[in-house]
């Protein structure tokens, strides 16, 4: 409670409060990229070990879903980047 | 790659008469421009000028050169420093009341992104004009030469890509599309990593570029739908009646997923692409910060950085690939799915 009302004071003396959103912002979206492309490569590392023949599949399936996630995330980067700009 | 940065590390010599500015030589390389800059000897700029076709309302066809804008304006046309149109060519008109304003008149000019552009064209044709002409000389001989880098790549397009998410049946009349947006957006991603000329233009990361990629592949879905595919989109028997009345909820959320596919595909590739271009440059930029702060430093942060920017060019080669191969696959999806079977149920 204390770091937010320092946060705010800061930015009410004119640092500006659009960095601040877009800089959060970004962050938050690479928490979610991490956390997605965690899970998918965890659960295709399972995958291979107990079926190891299965290998060519599962690692372009992998590839396929880590570069989807990785769009999302984009959307969220490319927001926090108009935060800043405009 | 490695060699690359010592070169662009002796531009900034010992002495530094101008501060070094990241954010503005971020944005110089990825933006779009009227000439296309090689290199700094010293003070002088070393850039390719490259020709500016206008039509303006009030002036006609214009054609010049860009290094006639040296002086800051030719005629009446200038760069815009400030507001709606900054960075862009912009004719000074008198208005009614007498007040000078800026008006942007309709530009056709080859800016650097147009002649990459051209480059990229020029390279697939001379590719795979050669490709097709051995093949239909020698039918039914082994591959020779070039023949053996791109047989491999077309099949995994055919194979991975068009058959499983079309069908056997109509994938050969998307075949032409599918192997041309794959290699265009492989090549010019490729072509963007590379930093000399003719290399180097942020071609894929310009999102109007990637916008018009999106809107054909759009068209192209649109027009091979057949009824069952707006009857499931509008009015799909297989939802609860509470879905489609009084509130068409399931049809709204349909047709902003017709629109949405497309725009996420212009996004996804736009984002990814700039962002490898950013970090790359942005890699390279600390050697010039910390140069800035004493000279020890910069040139001892560059082996890291080097190290730093010779993985994240990797990084970069492999997501060139990637891309390539979402977009490509992506757009056979929505090729494939724009035919549906609708399953009646018998009454």
């Known amino acids: 409670m204390v770091t937010l009302g320092i946060i705010l004071q800061a930015a009410s003396t004119g640092i500006g409060l659009a960095k601040l959103g877009g800089a959060i912002g970004a962050g938050l979206a690479a928490v979610g990229a991490g956390i997605g492309i965690g899970l998918i490569g965890g659960s295709a590392l399972e995958a291979i070990a107990r079926q190891p023949e299965a290998i060519g599949d599962i690692r372009s399936n992998m590839i396929l879903g880590a570069a989807l996630v990785e769009g999302v995330s984009f959307f969220a980067i490319i927001i926090s980047f108009l935060a800043l700009i405009l | 790659m490695a060699l690359f940065v010592p070169a662009m590390c002796q531009e900034n010599g010992t002495e530094s008469t101008k501060k070094f500015l990241p954010g503005d030589f971020v944005m110089e390389h990825i933006q779009d421009s009227y000439q296309w800059h090689i290199t700094d000897i010293g003070s002088k700029k070393i850039t390719i000028p490259l020709p500016i076709m206008l039509y303006s309302k009030h002036s006609g066809f214009c054609f010049f050169l860009s290094s006639q804008l040296h002086s800051g304006k030719y005629g009446s046309f200038h760069i815009s420093e400030k507001g709606v149109y900054q960075g862009k060519l912009v004719e000074s008109v008198v208005g009614a009341n007498g007040a000078t304003k800026e008006s942007r008149p309709l530009d056709f000019s080859i800016s650097k992104n147009v002649v990459s552009l051209f480059v990229i064209s020029a390279i697939m ?3 795979f004009l050669t490709i097709a002409n051995r093949y239909k000389k020698n039918p039914d001989t082994a591959p020779h030469g070039i023949q053996n880098l791109f047989e491999p790549i077309i099949i995994f397009v055919r194979d991975e890509i068009a058959i499983p998410s079309i069908g056997v049946e109509r994938y050969n009349k998307f075949m032409p599309l599918l192997l041309t947006v794959f290699f ?14 003719p290399g180097g233009a942020n ?17 192209i879905t649109t027009i091979s739908t057949n009824k069952d ?3 499931e989109i509008f009015n799909n028997p297989e939802i609860p009646w509470f879905l489609k009345y009084p509130i068409p909820l399931m049809p709204l959320v349909e047709i902003t997923s017709v629109f949405t596919k497309p725009i996420i595909l212009m996004i996804r590739l736009f984002a990814n692409i700039l962002a490898g271009h950013m970090v790359a440059i942005v890699f390279f930029s600390l050697i010039f910060i910390f140069g800035q702060m004493s000279a020890v430093a910069g040139y001892g942060f560059s082996v890291f950085t080097i190290a730093f920017t010779v993985f994240m060019t990797l990084l970069e080669l492999l997501v060139a690939f990637i891309q390539a191969y979402v977009f490509t696959m992506l757009s056979a999806i929505y090729f494939g799915m724009a035919k549906v079977e609708l399953r009646h149920h018998n009454k």
Not at chain 2, 203 to 219: E, K, R
Request: no cysteine; proline share 3%.
């Open chain 2, 184 to 197: 265009f957006i492989w090549f010019s991603n490729l072509l963007g990593i590379i930093p000399v000329f």
């Open chain 2, 125 to 127: 044709l001379v590719v």
């Open chain 2, 229 to 231: 595919y707006w009857v």
């Open chain 2, 203 to 219: 071609v894929t990361g310009n999102i109007a570029i990637t916008m018009v990629l999106a809107v054909l592949i759009f068209i």
